[in-house]
């Protein structure tokens, strides 16, 4: 499966407007520490190169959006960010590096799995497991070998309530997940992600499988949870990107065209291309 | 406006003369669609047509239509005689003398561990071996002697049971006779051919007269148990002479049989006093004689029995012993080649494993014969395998199943891994899940119906198998006895496919055998069909649980 191509995109209603920052505010916040520091990456599906010397960072504990036409290479970024991209066949970063915390993620030492648990991935399609809504959300802690019922509880109800689920599943905690609405399964693989507690969280077009109305909720949840997590989040949806993000990156070809504050990328971009896209003119 | 130059039709006709006319095809009445759509549906329906011809057959062979002339009724009739000829009188007493003879093997039994013991003494003593041999069995002369003198007790009831039998036997066989020759007129009137008919006589066999003398020895036999009964008295009195402590300890147990012996005689001696040919057989024993009675026996100068039970346990077991060694290999591999081995190891598994399937099962059965079973015994004189004396058994059929089904159950359990969403794999491993966990809590569970079926549809494979068992199970009819725990792996069976395979060559067309072995062919049908039923259900769900 290539998540590099994802699929066509979604047409969705303008949600709600989420009140603004101040602009000060805002440029303040731009100024924090880096977190994740992308370092000419060059990246290859078999022969093919998919990325061309990617260079920037990314900021904690801000909402950073890639945005692009289809086949861009912002999936295929996002899924080197927590090394998702082993589990394809024939990939491999053939130059560069991406540093986590000043830590190589691609070096032999890394322990993938504690990177995995780190960095949190939401991924484009719902994919809650076959199992009850309780068992979903515990996964990732049970394979830590916590099984403490009163431990599981209590990270259920919290991470529920993070991902604003709490008040529609509270009762029906044991049946199954699979009888969830989209939104609600997309929310609750967002609960499952938030349970074992990651620093940074990887959100891949987490919106494009829902209406407009469960998309507004995730885009709230967004907003909340920003204020504990660096989120990185894949969009084909530009007043998405332009509502929930701090920071906007835009991708062409693989290669990165223009990344600033998001209202300067969407007000007033310094590319022709971010320009054209931006304004609907192709892509 | 007139066309424009450059459309070319393949078909020049007008518009109203092409569509206004039907295609037609070689048969005049039915269009080229029509034509194809039967062709392909007759194929389609043809099976079905087959298996309906099969199960009628299957049906009309066994219980047949009019159950009395199938094989329930002609197993009535044939334990009705069995009732009447005296037959069921003399096994009575027949059960007296092989109480005798059970004491007998007891003893042997423990000779043969005695026996054993003396010879790995003689030879840490430095004799030769056939020394050692000689010694031993001197040794056990005054036992020898003992047992000699026990089984002499059955000779005064031995006298009396065999001129009664002889004379039951005679009348079974008369009884018989006169039935055929029933059969026979009736057959003869029924296509008018009177003076046939009137040739075939026969004379009703006065089965009173024939178990008088069964009653009239009532008194020597009396005579006999009372004789027996002191016999064994005696005997508890002295107990059989031991060698050794460990031997004594192994005969501990030979007090406590006579004792037992002795209790039911007065039993046996009251059923043989109120027996009576005349009591009325239940009907529905010819039935339930077929799933209770644990003999098949068939082709016996004295009672043929046909019973269901010692060829379902052969069965049963074997299919037992191939399904705890192939459900591992078979899902173990699936899940191998399915998540992790390399392109390059899934390019020479998954042929291969599919091609064990396409070897002729008697080529396999051939292997069993001349490999493997020899391989056990081997193991077994090494010591690396206890003791058991028949190379041809449970376990060598079973392993040899089991690598018949391994190909069943592995293809399908891949395919079930297959149809496990991949996003389900990539979530849990973006949780921190390692490939173990990620295998053994999310895709196996999500497998498990499909998983589920494989093995049934395995078992199925592996009841219906007849040429390997024919080959390698041993063909012994018995009921293996169970009590000997795991040991009971190592005996020699007879399967529901082996006896059907083996005898119906030799039966004689619409006789009771082979009413018999189609009865068996009905139920082996019954068995896979329910299988096939239960895996067709547990698939289903599973397709509805992934969604």
């Given at each position: 499966m290539d998540e590099s191509k994802p699929s066509a995109q979604t047409a969705e209603v303008v949600p709600t407007k989420v009140a603004a920052p101040s602009p000060s505010d805002k440029l303040a916040r731009l100024n924090a520490p880096t977190i994740i520091d992308i370092n000419n990456v060059d990246f290859y599906y078999g022969a093919s190169k998919a990325l061309h010397g990617i260079n920037f960072p990314i900021k904690n504990k801000l909402v950073t959006a890639f945005i692009g036409p289809?086949?861009?290479?912002k999936s295929t970024l996002l899924r080197c960010l927590n090394r998702m991209n082993d589990l394809v066949e024939g990939t491999r970063i053939g130059a560069g590096s991406i540093k986590i915390s000043g830590v190589d993620i691609y070096d032999p030492s890394v322990d993938v799995i504690e990177l995995r648990k780190r960095v949190g991935m939401v991924f484009q399609k719902s994919n809650p497991f076959p199992k009850s809504i309780y068992e979903n959300v515990v996964y990732g802690l049970r394979l830590q070998g916590i099984n403490s019922k009163s431990r599981l509880d209590e990270t259920v109800e919290r991470s529920l309530r993070g991902a604003a689920l709490w008040e529609e599943v509270r009762d029906r905690?044991?049946?199954?997940?699979?009888?969830?609405s989209g939104g609600q399964q997309q929310r609750l693989c967002i609960a499952r992600a938030i349970a074992v507690e990651p620093e940074i969280i990887l959100m891949d077009e987490p919106c494009s499988a829902l209406d407009p109305i469960a998309t507004v909720k995730v885009e709230e949840l967004i907003h909340q949870l920003k204020q504990d997590y660096t989120i990185v989040i894949v969009t084909h949806n530009m007043q998405q990107a332009g509502r929930c993000s701090d920071i906007t990156a835009f991708f062409y070809m693989g290669r990165l065209i223009e990344i600033d504050a998001t209202e300067k990328i969407f007000?007033?971009?310094?590319?022709k291309q971010t320009e054209d896209y931006i304004s609907g003119r192709f892509g | 406006m007139s066309p424009s130059p450059q459309i070319k039709r393949i078909d020049q006709r007008p518009l109203r003369e092409a569509i206004s006319t039907r295609g037609r095809s070689l048969?005049?009445?039915?269009t080229k669609d029509e034509l194809i759509k039967y062709f392909f549906g007759a194929n389609a329906w043809m099976s079905i047509v087959v298996l309906g011809l099969i199960m009628l057959s299957l049906y009309s062979e066994s219980i047949g239509f009019n159950p009395s002339r199938g094989f329930f009724g002609e197993n009535y009739r044939n334990l009705l005689v069995y009732r009447q000829a005296g037959l069921e009188f003399v096994d009575i007493l027949k059960k007296e003398t092989s109480g005798i003879d059970g004491l007998g093997k007891y003893l042997a039994d423990v000779r043969l561990k005695e026996l054993l013991r003396l010879i790995a003494q003689g030879k840490r003593d430095g004799k030769p071996a056939d020394q050692a041999l000689t010694d031993a069995n001197n040794a056990l002369t005054p036992f020898d002697d003992y047992v000699n003198r026990l089984s002499t007790l059955g000779d005064p009831l031995n006298v009396i049971i065999s001129p009664l039998g002889d004379a039951a036997t005679a009348t079974r066989d008369a009884v018989t006779d006169v039935e055929h020759k029933k059969q026979e007129k009736e057959l003869y009137l029924r296509s008018n051919k009177k003076e046939l008919a009137d040739q075939v006589t026969y004379q009703e066999v006065d089965l009173d007269a024939a178990v008088k003398p069964l009653h009239d020895a009532l008194p020597s036999i009396q005579d006999a148990n009372v004789k027996l009964a002191a016999g064994l008295a005696l005997f508890l009195t002295q107990p059989p002479p031991a060698l050794d402590e460990t031997m004594k300890a192994e005969l501990a147990g030979f007090n406590e049989q006579v004792r037992g012996l002795m209790a039911v005689l007065p039993t046996y001696e009251n059923e043989l006093e109120t027996w009576?040919?005349?009591?009325p057989l239940p009907w529905y024993k010819g039935v339930t004689d077929f799933f209770f009675n644990t003999n098949w026996l068939t082709a016996s100068s004295w009672q043929n029995y046909y019973g269901i039970l010692p060829l379902l346990a052969g069965s049963t077991l074997i299919s037992i012993v191939a399904l705890v060694i192939a459900v591992p290999l078979g899902v173990g591999a699936g899940v191998y080649i399915n998540q992790i081995a390399t392109p390059w190891e899934q390019h020479i598994i998954k042929p291969a494993i599919e091609f064990i399937s396409a070897i002729p099962s008697v080529v396999l059965g051939f292997f069993g014969v001349a490999v493997l079973g020899q391989f056990l015994l081997q193991l077994s004189q090494w010591g690396i395998l206890p003791h058991f004396s028949s190379r041809l058994n449970i376990i060598t059929a079973g392993i040899l199943l089991a690598f018949m089904a391994v190909p069943t159950i592995f293809t399908l359990t891949e395919d079930a891994i297959n149809n496990v969403p991949r996003s389900f794999k990539e979530a849990s491993y973006a949780l921190g899940a390692n490939r173990l966990q990620t295998i053994w809590r999310i895709i196996l569970p999500a497998s498990l119906s499909g998983v589920i079926s494989a093995v049934l549809l395995g078992f199925g494979r592996v009841i219906g198998e007849t040429m390997v068992v024919l080959l390698c199970a041993g063909n012994s009819i018995q009921i293996p006895p169970m009590s000997d725990g795991l040991m009971v792996l190592f005996q020699p069976v007879h399967t529901m496919t082996g006896i059907i395979a083996q005898e119906l060559g030799e039966a004689e067309r619409g006789g009771i055998e082979w009413h018999a072995l189609f009865m068996v062919g009905l139920f082996l049908f019954v068995i896979s069909l329910g299988i096939n039923f239960l895996a067709q259900r547990v698939v289903k769900r599973f397709k509805i649980s992934i969604g």
């Open positions: 289809s086949g861009c290479g905690l044991h049946t199954s997940a699979l009888g969830l007000t007033n971009p310094t590319q | 048969v005049p009445w039915l009576n040919p005349h009591l």
